[in-house]
């Protein structure tokens, strides 16, 4: 059986850990809304819509500037 000193080291621990639960659970209600507006994962790994290879900078060039080593 537990000492009753753990168990009631258990008991207030778990206490103080139940606002910060009820905190994150407010803030997920309030970010869960906003995933749909929010574009997926594959959207930055196949490109953002209307967007090509035709419009990529050539190879090694970064904002216009060639690479270094080039």
Do not use: H
């Amino acid at each position: 059986m537990l000492d009753p000193e753990l168990l009631e080291r258990i008991t207030a621990r778990r206490a103080e850990l139940d606002e910060p639960e009820e905190q994150l659970a407010t803030q997920l209600e309030e970010v869960r809304p906003n995933e749909t507006n929010s574009p997926s994962p594959n959207a930055f790994l196949n490109g953002w819509p209307g967007s090509s290879p035709r419009n990529a900078p050539p190879p090694g060039r970064c904002q216009g500037r060639w690479a270094a080593g080039r």
